[in-house]
């Protein structure tokens, strides 16, 4: 005979090599206080439908705080034998409060109770993100105010390109963040209904009252379909991608930052309490923690991935394939979770070396494209007042001087329309305070921008 809550119809126990690798424990002992709640609310709805006696479910509501508080007091036992979190704590409840722990796997199965579980876990761990993330744009929106008035040189195709405020570039993150966490608000809608009901996949006999139980764990909906409510795992392949996207988001701020520290560039310096030595190289400071954010976003990736080809091809309802789906969850949740974290403490030490900036941007011919306007505003057609500066640049390359230091007779060779007042034009001021259109680079505009983005995340957050 099987010592297993699912023994009956064996004759045999189960293989040890089956046990080890059939067990879940290992990951989703992490959904106890889910799974504990989640048993609570049934069995408090069995009670007010009839199916449990109010003693029966006062009894096993108490046994299940006990457990939790077992749990949390790390004096539970885990063992592979009982495969799952679900097994634990049901066998757990029955030696603590005997034969009416039995009781409470009436009317359900594990199979809407995992998935209930991990819509539980996920409910609170995108809200949490979230606030992680809104912290991390408040870094950008105050980096962003105070550095308005820095001029750094925007790059395309990681050539100079034109000057812009690194306030206004420290705002372009804000939005990629505000989006990541439109994503992730949009996601839990889908998230917040519960599956619980559906038992094994076709339903119980049971009079239950699924609404009863969606009450109690805040769910605003009731899956609609059993089969669907034990197999959907849309919701995780949602979340992956809205995490691989942040995560993608990330890599290329830690890619930014990486370059901006190394020394050609010489942009930005990180604090030394975020960077580390070389065992070898004593002179070296290494920007690890945005290397490994870079390097974090590939195993996020790897999750999403890893979660849709598990899904593939899987026949409805469940299957225990689905018992995969929560590795490459946890650890997406956990990686993307402790970047932003990071980030968040690192950035505000960010020292920005502005005059390394400016000369960068003063080398790259930044304000070519505000000469090239300035001519299309005295009446010259685009594309010509564009051959006409591309003529300046390479007269300028020759002579190593920056535009705004050539002599006005020799620019003035090149396009008569061209005077005095070039000049306010040409400089990196000129070019940025010309760009005062909303999504522009001029620094007020940019100060403007910062306050919406401040206003907008204290909204999301009220
Ligand atoms: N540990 C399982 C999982 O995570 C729980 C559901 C098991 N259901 C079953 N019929 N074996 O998917």
């Not at 000369?359 to 011919?365: D, H, I, L, T, W």
């Amino acid at each position: 005979m099987s010592e297993k809550l699912w023994g009956g119809r064996f004759s045999t126990g189960t293989d040890s090599l089956v046990e080890e690798f059939s067990a879940s424990i290992a990951v989703d002992r992490r959904l106890y206080a889910q799974d504990i709640l989640g048993s609570m609310a049934h069995a408090r709805m069995l009670g007010r439908v009839g199916v449990l006696t109010p003693e029966e479910v006062a009894t096993i509501v108490s046994g299940l705080g006990e457990v939790r508080s077992e749990i949390e007091a790390g004096r539970m036992v885990f063992r592979p034998a009982l495969e799952d979190i679900h097994m634990h704590i049901e066998s757990r409840l029955t030696e603590l409060v005997g034969e009416v722990g039995k009781k409470l796997h009436t009317a359900r199965s594990r199979n809407d109770q995992v998935a209930t579980d991990l819509r539980l876990y996920a409910r609170e761990a995108l809200d949490d993100l979230r606030g992680a993330v809104g912290r991390l744009q408040e870094v950008f929106i105050d980096l962003a105010e105070r550095e308005a008035d820095t001029v750094m040189p925007g790059f395309t195709h990681m050539q100079v390109a034109q000057p812009v405020s690194f306030g206004h570039h420290c705002l372009a993150y804000v939005e990629m963040l505000h989006r990541d966490s439109q994503r992730l608000a949009d996601a839990r809608t889908r998230v917040n209904v519960l599956p619980l009901g559906a038992a094994a996949l076709a339903g119980t006999t049971f009079p239950i009252d699924r609404w009863d139980v969606a009450r109690q764990l805040g769910f605003a909906a009731i899956a609609e379909n059993s089969l669907d409510a034990v197999s959907d795992r849309d919701f995780v392949m949602e979340i992956l991608a809205d995490l691989a996207i942040l995560a993608v988001h990330l890599s290329r701020l830690a890619e930014e930052l990486i370059l901006w520290m190394s020394p050609p560039f010489a942009f930005i310096d990180l604090p030394d309490s975020f960077c580390t030595g070389s065992s070898i190289m004593p002179q070296k400071k290494n920007p690890d923690v945005a290397e490994l954010v870079r390097g974090k976003s590939g195993r996020v990736i790897g999750d999403l991935v890893a979660l849709l080809v598990l899904m593939k091809g899987q026949p409805l309802a469940y299957n225990r394939d689905n018992q995969e789906d929560k590795e490459g969850f946890f650890d997406a949740l956990d990686s993307v979770r402790a970047s932003v974290e990071i980030l968040a403490r690192m950035l505000p030490g960010l020292t920005v070396r502005r005059e390394a900036m400016r000369v960068q941007a003063e080398k790259g011919f930044a304000t070519a494209t505000d000469l090239a306007d300035y001519l299309v505003r005295k009446g010259l057609p685009f594309r010509d007042a564009h051959a006409v500066v591309g003529r300046a640049v390479r007269l300028a390359q020759e002579r190593a001087m920056a535009l705004e230091a050539m002599p006005l007779t020799e620019l003035q060779a090149l396009s008569p329309l061209i005077g005095e007042d070039v000049y306010a034009v040409l400089t990196l001021e000129g070019s940025l305070n010309a760009r005062r259109h909303p999504g522009g680079t001029a620094p007020e505009t940019v100060r403007a921008a910062a306050t919406r983005a401040r206003d907008r995340l204290h909204r999301e957050q009220a």
